[in-house]
């Protein structure tokens, strides 16, 4: 008896009530949701940067990390040579390790994983930045790379939107 | 106050909705009380398994074998565009599903207008649910996929929501939902406008459902 005096109480209110909830939340306005990058760095003192990539493949490395920070990040110029003036160095020690396992049949199968630590030094030698990435893939050309993206993030430039 | 076309349109047509169907309420307990008067039930009329238009009706739809609902549904948000779809199984409790294109209207300089998708995973209950009308109310993830600014780029949210549906037939309704992030990630930041001052958390949403009979 209860139950049906409250269903018969709910009967209209309900949905009015659900109307003027909507149009009172409606009429607060829409959602405001900001998507952020914070700077890694100061950008602005910090404007260029020198890449070193100290891996097997250093030379290729540190080519594909110096473009994706062309790409990416908030430096004003990247550069892979010490004879062209820079405020950062950027020195990348990336390994990259193959795990081996074998079934109970016997067949292998191979997985690569990724991981480079970093740091970012002003001229005199200061810690500025560091950190650390790791990644993991089927295909040992990605994994490198894969590392490298992620520091590359790490230094894009900020924006909200 | 922002207010967007498409959320005026569909909270209008909600409203209008809600409104006829309280009304229809109204007229529904009118003809019962006669119908009793003269002993003859109001639903003897109804087909076996007919849809009771009084929205406490006792749900004498068998609740189908895979109870499924599907959603179009925009969102609310300053300076985006925000729309997909959504699924949901189960009859009192289940998993619910949601896809959405995200976008802006106000690009930044490198950026372009398109950012990336929102998906959402939820538990979600269904404590009210009537003829026309059913509650449901969800505890999830929102995770913002933003590959149209880098692919390698995601935030995440701990998200609460609620969605209602107002049933038009006996498979085509209304929605409208409301959700809240009390976690996320520091690349995303809900309540706070681009500028840095504080603004509105909570996310609304509004569609058009279909559920299985």
Redesign the interface.
């Known amino acids: 008896m209860i139950r049906r005096a409250a269903q018969r109480a709910l009967r209209v209110p309900l949905p009015l009530a659900c109307t003027v909830l909507s149009l009172a939340l409606g009429a607060s306005g829409c959602a405001d949701i900001t998507i952020e990058k914070e700077a890694a760095v100061d950008f602005q003192r910090f404007s260029s940067v020198r890449v070193v990539v100290s891996s097997v493949n250093s030379a290729s490395d540190t080519a594909y990390l110096a473009q994706q920070l062309r790409d990416l990040s908030g430096f004003e110029t990247v550069t892979t040579v010490d004879t062209e003036p820079f405020s950062l160095v950027l020195s990348v020690n990336l390994t990259v390790i193959e795990e081996v396992m074998v079934d109970e049949n016997g067949s292998t199968d191979s997985s690569w994983t990724g991981e480079a630590t970093y740091v970012a030094t002003d001229p005199a030698g200061v810690v500025i930045d560091r950190g650390s990435e790791d990644d993991s893939s089927e295909f040992n050309a990605e994994v490198a790379e894969d590392v490298l993206d992620e520091i590359a993030l790490h230094y894009m430039r900020p924006f909200r939107i | 106050?922002?207010?967007?076309p498409w959320?005026?349109g569909l909270?209008a047509l909600?409203?209008a909705l809600?409104?006829a169907?309280?009304a229809r309420?109204?007229q529904s307990?009118t003809t019962t009380t006669t119908s009793t008067a003269s002993t003859t039930p109001v639903d003897a009329n109804s087909p076996p398994n007919g849809w009771h238009s009084?929205?406490?009706s006792p749900e004498v739809v068998p609740p189908p074998k895979f109870p499924l609902l599907l959603a179009l549904q925009a969102?609310?948000?300053?300076n985006?565009v925000m729309a997909g779809a959504a699924g949901r199984t189960g009859k009192y409790w289940g998993p619910r599903f949601e896809v959405s294109l995200l976008g802006?209207i106000?690009?930044?300089a490198?950026?372009g207008p398109f950012?990336g998708n929102q998906f959402g995973l939820y538990i979600e209950g269904t404590p009210l649910r009537w003829q026309?009308?059913d509650l449901s109310a969800g505890l999830g993830t929102d995770i913002?996929y933003?590959w149209g600014?880098?692919s390698?780029?995601a935030?995440f949210t701990l998200a609460a929501e609620a969605n209602?549906n107002?049933w038009v037939t006996q498979s085509i309704g209304v929605s409208?939902g409301?959700r809240g992030y009390p976690l996320h990630t520091?690349?995303?930041?809900?309540?706070?406008?681009?500028d840095g001052t504080a603004?509105?958390?909570?996310?609304?949403s509004?569609g058009v459902s279909w559920r299985s009979e």
């Open positions: 106050m922002t207010w967007p959320l005026c909270t909600g409203s809600a409104v169907g309280a309420a109204e307990e009084s929205p406490d969102f609310a948000v300053t985006k802006t106000d690009p930044v490198d950026l950012l026309r009308f913002y933003l600014i880098n390698d780029l935030e209602a107002y409208l409301v520091s690349g995303i930041a809900p309540g706070e406008r681009r603004g509105n958390p909570v996310l609304i509004a």
